[in-house]
């Protein structure tokens, strides 16, 4: 099945800078990007999506970007705002109707 | 904004008793889903549903598990018989899915179940 690489696992920046995450996938099958941002007790909530007809996104200060050919894609936030502290995950939809996640990235913006 | 709901937020069971969650999806999205999350790792996909029946599951929801759409809103997960191993925050989440195209989830804020 689909498998999901997600890094780094935790990213400091100082408010203002930029902050990438990247993910890999394992599936050329895979057509739906999703990035879901989760705080402290809620769930994942998404922030932004893409489809594999696509090679870049964005929605004011968060884009994504894919490659398809080589099988990665990544969450780009700029001018980061503590409020952007959380937990970001990435998702790849595999050949059913199932989302298979990255293990996570946990987002720290320094005031 | 429509919301996905889940109660009861946290539970604590004995090993080897039955638990149902439950959740809400929004009203007039046509699939649902059961995720886990083991603390520290990553989201697992455990099942969904459609058109009233399960259309895909994972290797995780063995025969202790079990989804129902009792009525027109409600979407439970029971595990019949908890072992330690199932202490983990359990989402539910639906989408539209219109056409052929899966919009992102939206999710619900978990059941943290601990079984003790």
């Known amino acids: 099945g689909e498998n999901v690489e997600q890094h780094p696992s935790t990213l400091s920046v100082q408010e203002g800078d930029s902050a990438v995450i990247k993910c890999t996938y394992s599936?050329?099958?895979?057509?739906?990007f999703p990035w879901y941002k989760q705080e402290l007790g809620k769930g994942p909530q998404l922030i932004i999506d893409?489809?594999?007809?696509?090679g870049e996104k964005k929605d004011q200060r968060i884009a994504v970007t894919l490659n398809k050919t080589a099988k990665h894609f990544s969450l780009h936030i700029t001018e980061t705002q503590p409020e952007d502290s959380a937990v970001y995950f990435c998702?790849?939809?595999?050949?059913?109707?199932?989302?298979?996640f990255g293990t996570g990235t946990s987002l720290t913006v320094i005031p | 904004e429509p919301e996905v709901t889940q109660t009861p937020s946290h539970q604590v069971t004995q090993m080897g008793q039955e638990v149902i969650l439950r959740c809400v999806p929004i009203?007039?999205?046509?699939?649902f889903y059961w995720y886990r999350q083991i603390l520290g790792q990553k989201v697992e996909f455990l099942v969904s549903?459609?058109?009233?029946?399960?259309?895909?599951k994972s290797e995780i929801f063995d025969d202790q598990f079990s989804v129902e759409r009792p009525d027109g809103s409600n979407f439970t997960l029971k595990i019949r018989s908890t072992k330690l191993e199932d202490s983990a925050m359990y989402f539910c989440?639906?989408?539209?899915?219109?056409?052929?195209?899966?919009?992102?989830?939206?999710f619900g804020s978990g059941t943290r179940l601990t079984v003790v």
């Open positions: 998702a790849a939809r595999g050949p059913g109707n199932q989302f298979y």
């Open positions: 599936d050329s099958a895979s057509n739906y």
């Open positions: 009203s007039n999205h046509l699939y």
């Open positions: 549903f459609y058109n009233n029946e399960i259309s895909e």
């Open positions: 893409i489809r594999s007809n696509v």
């Open positions: 989440a639906s989408t539209s899915g219109l056409g052929l195209i899966n919009y992102g989830y939206t």
